[in-house]
Nanobody, 124 residues
Framework: QVQLVESGGGLVQAGGSLSVSCAAS????????MAWFRQAPGKEREFVAG????????DYTDSVKGRFTISRDNAKNTVYLQMNSLKREDTALYYC?????????????????WGQGTQVTVSS
């Protein structure tokens, strides 16, 4: 089992940057594929970015490609999401998620563990 705690959300102007982090505790962090999801009011939770156990493979939803970067530091049990060129439509509650898997997973239903979320608000 693993516990996940996100941090680093906040309010930023459109075009700005923000980094969010997710600290894990419990089982060996490198056992888990990690992902960031987000959920805006009235919308379903959507996959944003994912990273394999040792960081060799990453993937992103089309709307954030070229703007967001996911990374992880297994020595620090932490996964990061660097968000640049933020847009108003990036406003959402951002969650990190973990799954024991050798491959990336894209569906929220396949993830076993979730953080409590951190709010990212982009103003115009």
């Amino acid at each position: 089992q693993v516990q996940l705690v996100e941090s680093g959300g906040g309010l930023v102007q459109a075009g700005g940057s923000l980094s969010v982090s997710c600290a894990a505790s419990g089982r060996t962090f490198s056992d888990y594929a990690m992902a960031w999801f987000r959920q805006a009011p009235g919308k379903e939770r959507e996959f944003v970015a994912g990273i394999s156990r040792f960081g060799r493979v990453t993937d992103y939803t089309d709307s954030v490609k070229g703007r967001f970067t996911i990374s992880r530091d297994n020595a620090k049990n932490t996964v990061y999401l660097q968000m640049n060129s933020l847009k108003r439509e990036d406003t959402a509650l951002y969650y990190c998620a973990a799954k024991i898997s050798r491959a990336l997973r894209y569906a929220a239903s396949t993830y076993d563990y979730w953080g409590q979320g951190t709010q990212v608000t982009v103003s115009s």
